[in-house]
């Protein structure tokens, strides 16, 4: 199969599909690699290292598109000109492999299925023992964990970890993490290595020992015992349990330094976690790094790649796509996520897996041109953009 890797067209976007090592990795599977001039240059990887990794390099987007079998990417297709969609690109019957965001971008799902594509969208890759090599959600949420805390750091007027001086005792920042899934234990994991003294809420009971294991101090309230769904996502809880959250949150602002907010429900709008008023509660100086701010935000001051400073000297930090702020170990995590996925679902031995195998029905969001994933069942009806 002849594997494409264009160049990323969204200005913002450092990160690329396939690295050197992935592409030597997939040769070896048998399949043929084709680049775009260019392509993982913001990464860090030159066109010299995927030709020596077995690649064909192309000089442009219309030449890799023509052959392209296997599309992968990070960002879904986008239009290239207000008339020009970068799925219309595709050979009819092509496969697309990446980020879909068809909740938010839906245009990019329609454009697909007008070509009769088959769509495997990495957000919906099941979270099971087997799928957790082909994760990229965890795998981006590790790289957002990591580098919120750095921003807070960076952000923050006093450093994170106890100091004992002659001139004096440096006490250690208190940071609050908001949710604790991937991106909030490791930035939980990253906040302690920095000496700061960290706390972490979420409704989910199972992560209390997570939480415990890392050094943090568990938040405790009453929790749900249905607080996530079969596939490992935190669920939409009720107005009421909401306000039981924001009481147990605001009990402890007025002494953090640092709030990370990490909470998200799939494919619906980010709960808010911290009000105004509850923002007000914070000392001056405090900072609030926000990993919702593209759902909506867990900050109600929140603006998505903006930061916010309050009357009281509150900063919220809108954080928007952290992983391409260090594209190199991104895209390496990326890429490896890519390599398993598509070793599974096209092995060089023995048959593909089935249309009904967990992994292959759980990713496929499009086949042939039909949208076929459940939770996309509400946008079949809605006509592309140009």
Do not use: W
Not at 23 to 28: D, G, P, S, W
Not at 75 to 94: C, I, M, N, S, Y
Not at 221 to 240: Q, V
Not at 256 to 263: E, G, K, L, P, S
Request: glycine share 8%; proline share 8%; net charge neutral.
């Amino acid at each position: 199969m002849n594997i494409a890797v264009p160049r990323e067209t969204i200005p913002s976007e450092t990160r690329v599909a396939l690295t050197p090592a992935v592409v030597a990795l997939l040769k070896r599977e048998g399949h043929t690699v084709t680049v775009q001039a260019g392509a993982g240059l913001a990464a860090g990887f030159t066109d010299e290292a995927y030709v020596q990794a077995g690649a064909t390099l192309l000089p442009t987007a219309a030449e890799l598109y023509r052959s392209a079998e296997l599309l992968v990417k990070v960002h879904p297709p986008a239009p290239r000109t207000e008339l020009v969609h970068e799925a219309d690109a595709l050979p009819e019957g092509a496969i697309y492999m990446g980020f879909l965001n068809a909740f938010t971008q839906p245009e990019a799902l329609h454009h697909l299925a007008g070509r009769k594509a088959t769509v495997y969208a990495l957000e919906f890759v099941p979270r099971i023992t087997r799928a957790q090599s082909m994760d990229a959600l965890s795998s981006m949420a590790t790289v957002s964990g990591y580098k919120s805390v750095l921003l807070a750091a960076a952000r923050l007027p006093k450093m994170f970890p106890l100091l004992m001086t002659a001139a004096g005792t440096i006490t250690p920042a208190q940071v609050l993490i908001l949710g604790a899934g991937v991106a909030g234990l490791q930035a939980i994991a990253t906040a302690r290595r920095l000496g700061a003294k960290v706390e972490a809420f979420d409704p989910r009971p199972a992560v209390r020992e997570q939480v415990k294991s890392l050094g943090a101090a568990f938040v405790e309230m009453e929790l749900p015992k249905d607080a996530e769904t079969a596939g490992g996502y935190a669920k939409e809880m009720s107005p009421e349990f909401l306000v039981k959250e924001q009481e147990a949150i605001a009990a402890r602002l007025p002494k953090m330094d640092v709030v990370i907010a990490t909470a998200q429900v799939f494919g619906k709008r980010a709960p808010i976690l911290v009000t105004v008023d509850m923002v007000k509660l914070m000392k001056p100086g405090a900072v609030i790094v926000d990993l919702a701010a593209e759902q909506g935000g867990n900050c109600e001051l929140t603006q998505a790649g903006r930061t916010v400073e309050t009357p009281g000297g509150v900063s919220i930090i809108g954080a928007v796509n952290l992983p391409a702020t260090v594209p190199q170990d991104a895209s390496l995590l990326y890429a490896k996520n890519l390599f398993n996925l598509i070793k599974h679902l096209f092995p060089k031995t023995g048959p593909a897996p089935e249309a009904d195998d967990e992994i292959a029905r759980g990713a496929c969001a499009v086949r042939a041109g039909e949208i076929v994933h459940p939770a996309l069942q509400g946008l079949k009806d809605k006509p592309a953009s140009p």
